[in-house]
């Protein structure tokens, strides 16, 4: 007996600016999508018209009123992102939802039962996983290459633009917070990929520059149970692009610098360490052709609906992110989202 065809998963994509369209783009030739939403009505007939039949609203409840929508693409400022996700899971749709998801850790724990309750996937857009270098890494990592783990240290920044502390960005009620929310929690999320859980958080965030009201440079040390550190530094005082991430283990090193575009050209370096110690063995691998991270996060979405699997990033791992960045900010004096829904 022939297999039943699968039915087609279709997508939505509510929030149409830089990011919705980097989604739809990784949907693929004629990508199966039935809506694009977005406020600005023009910003999101613009996207549809990459998909062949698709509709343009400005109305994300006449997306998640029709049937026919399996999935659902939430890419829009911080403080929407988990009301339209929750609106979305309880109405039964699969959710990929934009890094950080929430305002907060506890708009995510009211995700996540409502997930629980409708049976749906929801999945967080912590894309650098899926980056070249990072899924090399992770590979190494995973075959023992490295020995096991001691501790790792990364850099994540930009310079900001004129008028940066005037944007979405610097308002706190908008995006939760300022670096440490922002660029910070894809470190956050990086660390614990490769560490596991962190049981104890120090650090501290502060604004030395920007004329505004959140933080642009935070940093932090984490420690596992275990005792492996993560120490990381997040900034928007970089005034140079830069991404670097070093994992450390008791026989090898790894270290990760750039990201494409304005942060360089990503590179892997990996250091072996000899019996007889000095100057390590040396690899690197150079990825200047760009990535498929946008593609491969999106297989990895319909891979979870597919199976029925947990999605990895997921609201576990969100809601600990959001976690950490709660103690900092707390330990800093900063205010902390307690905005609901």
Known sequence: MADKPQ??????????????R??????????PLLYTCDLDSARAADLAKLAPGCAAVTDFKIVLADPKVGAVIVSTLNASLAPIALAA????????????????????????DAAAATGVRVRLGYNHRYHPALQKARALLDSGALGPLMFLRARYGH???????????ADAALSGGGELIDQGVHLIDLAGWFLGDFAKVDGHAATYFWDMKVDDNAFLSLRTAAGQTAWLHVSCTEWKNLFSLEIYGRDAK??????????????????????EMGPPDTTSWEFPRGDESWAIETREFADDIRL????????R????????????YRQSNFPVSIAGF
Not at 89 to 112: D, F, M, W, Y
Not at 308 to 315: F, H, I, K, Y
Not at 317 to 328: A, H, N, P, Q, S
């Open 254 to 275: 790894l270290a990760l610098e750039g990201l494409g575009g304005s942060y360089g050209i990503e590179r892997l370096t990996f250091y072996k360490m000899l019996p």
């Open 317 to 328: 791992e969100g809601i600990r992110t959001l976690e950490i960045v709660e103690v900092i």
């Open 22 to 31: 980097k989604r739809v783009l990784a949907l693929g030739k004629n990508p």
């Open 7 to 20: 039915t087609p998963l279709n997508f939505a994509v509510i929030g149409c600016g830089l990011i919705g």
């Open 308 to 315: 029925g699997r947990e999605p990895s990033p997921g609201l």
């Open 89 to 112: 899971v309880q109405a039964g749709k699969h959710v990929l939802v934009e890094k950080p998801g929430a305002l907060n850790a506890a708009q995510l724990r009211t995700i996540r």
């Open 159 to 169: 310079g900001g633009r004129k008028g940066y502390d005037r944007e979405w960005r």
